[in-house]
């Protein structure tokens, strides 16, 4: 905005300079008697050499302009001179005025960066004139305002649904165990027995995962110092039975790292990426998991990276993965362990609660690769 404010002054201006160059060019007729330069000199020796007279009472010409040409020429300089200061004031100026105009607008970004993240507990709130700007300001704090409460119902809603349904399939789940333990029903009944707690168990995972996704929402967090490396060697314990029993291998090679977080968010982020590509996988398989430190353009991070190898998936496919529900067919396991389509949503949501990043690259040969990162070094925590 400031290049652009100097650049239209100096435009105007370098106009402004051609019209009076032209004007005093062609339009005034100039009857100008020539003054000879040695009779000037002559004369400030005479001055010099006259007691009589002070040598104040004679100015030397600094600028002697005996033609048109010679105006013309001085006019030009002058307006040269006077263009290239009013140039250099206009940019300083265009620089303190704009960055007053544009102050209200960066701080409305700022808000709309911050609901990006899903926070919508903020206002601009401008103060001001009533002009355009405090009118956009204002308008955009109503709709904060009605999308914070909208979020709001929505996360209510789906706690006090998930709550209300957590008893009734909790009893269910009891009626079908103590109904399994009469001996004398027959396998086909057996059969059916179990197949009804088997998608039991699954309405109650749903159920607990959603109900994990509105604490995420929540925000509430209890943060503190976590090593990446001791945390993916617990979740690794917690699926070395699964894979050894599936055939897959596992590669580890993790370095030291500490992020803030919250222990128990990040005991279920690697315990969620480290079952879906348990789970995700092929029979035979593999699995690759790698943390430690990385720089780039923001900084040092913290970084986890788990690759599996499994069906191929397209970068469309694998774009929809984080969304709630979603399953793949790809990646959608059997029996009781299959995909409930919201282990990389709480990935997700927990990822963004740290204010981490997540991405999710298909690999070549079939399988998933996913990448988080997060900030380090962790924040100083005060006493």
Not at 21 to 26: D, E, G, I, Q, V
Request: some cysteine; proline content about 3%; glycine content about 8%.
């Amino acid at each position: 905005m400031t290049l652009t404010y100097t650049a239209l002054f100096t435009v105007a201006g370098a106009i402004m300079l051609a019209s009076i160059y032209l004007f005093m060019r062609y339009v005034p007729t100039y009857a100008i008697r020539a003054v000879d330069v040695e009779d000037l000199r002559s004369t400030k020796e005479y001055v010099q050499a006259s007691p009589e007279v002070t040598p104040e009472a004679f100015v030397s010409p600094a600028l002697v302009v005996s033609d048109q040409s010679d105006i013309l020429n001085t006019l030009l300089a002058a307006s040269a001179l006077v263009l290239v200061l009013l140039a250099g004031l206009s940019a300083g100026a265009g620089w303190i005025i704009s960055g007053r105009m544009l102050k209200p607008l960066q701080e409305i970004t700022a808000a709309a960066q911050r609901a990006a993240t899903g926070t919508f507990d903020h206002r601009v709130a401008l103060a001001g004139p009533r002009d355009e700007i405090t009118e956009l300001s204002d308008t955009f704090d109503h709709m904060l305002e009605r999308l914070g409460r909208a979020f709001q119902a929505q996360q209510r809603f789906a706690a006090n649904a998930s709550h209300e349904l957590r008893t009734p399939l909790a009893i269910t789940q009891t009626i079908l165990d103590v109904a399994k333990r009469d001996s004398g029903l027959d396998g086909n009944m057996m059969h059916v027995l179990d197949q009804l707690r088997e998608t039991n168990t699954r309405s109650i995972d749903t159920v607990e995962a959603i109900l994990d996704l509105a604490d995420l929402d929540r925000g509430d967090l209890e943060t503190t110092n976590c090593d990446l490396q001791s945390f993916i060697a617990d979740a690794f314990r917690d699926v070395d039975r699964e894979a050894s029993a599936r055939g897959i291998r596992i590669s580890i090679d993790t370095r030291p790292a500490e992020i803030e977080a919250d222990p128990q968010l990040l005991a279920q982020l690697l315990g969620n990426l480290l079952h879906n590509a348990v789970r995700h996988n092929i029979d035979g398989g593999s699995i690759s998991i790698r943390s430690g430190l990385t720089a780039g353009l923001a900084g040092v991070r913290a970084y986890i990276e788990v690759s599996n190898s499994g069906a191929i998936l397209s970068k469309d496919r694998v774009g929809r993965l984080m969304e709630p529900f979603y399953r793949d067919e790809g990646r959608v396991a059997s029996g009781a362990s299959g995909s409930r389509g919201l282990g990389l949503t709480i990935v997700n949501s927990i990822v963004a609660a740290h204010h981490g990043t997540i991405g999710l690259t298909p690999n070549a040969d079939g399988g998933l690769r996913v990448r988080v990162e997060f900030q380090h070094p962790p924040r100083a925590r005060t006493a």
